[in-house]
């Protein structure tokens, strides 16, 4: 359950890999497309997979050496001169997050895929501080969006 998009005519490309058949996805590549644009990026290859909570855990234990679920995980790969990176959505711990914060799973979808780009960028969010303009940049960038059902 792929959707690929080898879009070289651009630079840029997209790499959908739904590993736990969520579905209709094609709205993570449209968020990551305007993230893009945004960046004002002429190069990217990002590389989006969806997982359960079994196949996260073990990106997260190959990665950081933590062996439990988490929501987001971004391997960079480079970011000059074209961005490079993977990003794992851990789909049940979104799905959680989203109970918890009473947001839709869509909106939390895309709010961990924001998070994952900004990583990407070399954002950091191991501070207070970082953390904070990391969530509000997500906040605004996906306020520009009001066509996803939020429940």
């Not at 690929?4 to 968020?31: C, H």
């Not at 644009?37 to 990217?44: F, M, N, T, V």
């Not at 590389?47 to 855990?57: G, L, Q």
């Not at 990003?87 to 989203?98: A, C, H, T, Y």
Request: charged share 25%; with cysteine.
């Amino acid at each position: 359950m792929a959707k690929q998009d080898n879009n070289s005519s651009s630079g840029i490309s997209v790499n959908l890999q739904d590993l736990v058949g969520l579905g209709n996805i094609a709205f993570l590549e449209k968020l990551t497309r305007s993230f893009l644009d945004e960046q004002r990026l002429q190069s990217a290859k990002i590389d989006i997979y969806t997982m359960d909570d079994e196949m996260i855990s073990m990106v997260n234990d190959r990665v950081f050496g933590i062996n439990d679920p988490t929501d987001v995980i971004t391997v960079p790969f480079g970011n000059n001169p074209i961005l490079e990176a993977e990003i794992f959505l851990g789909v049940s711990e979104i799905e959680r997050n989203s109970q918890v914060y009473g947001t839709g799973f869509r909106y939390e979808l895309a709010f961990c895929l924001i998070h994952g780009l900004l990583h990407a960028m070399g954002w950091q969010d191991d501070t207070e501080d970082g953390r904070e303009a990391m969530f509000e940049y997500q906040r605004r960038f996906l306020g520009r969006y009001e066509d996803w059902e939020c429940g």
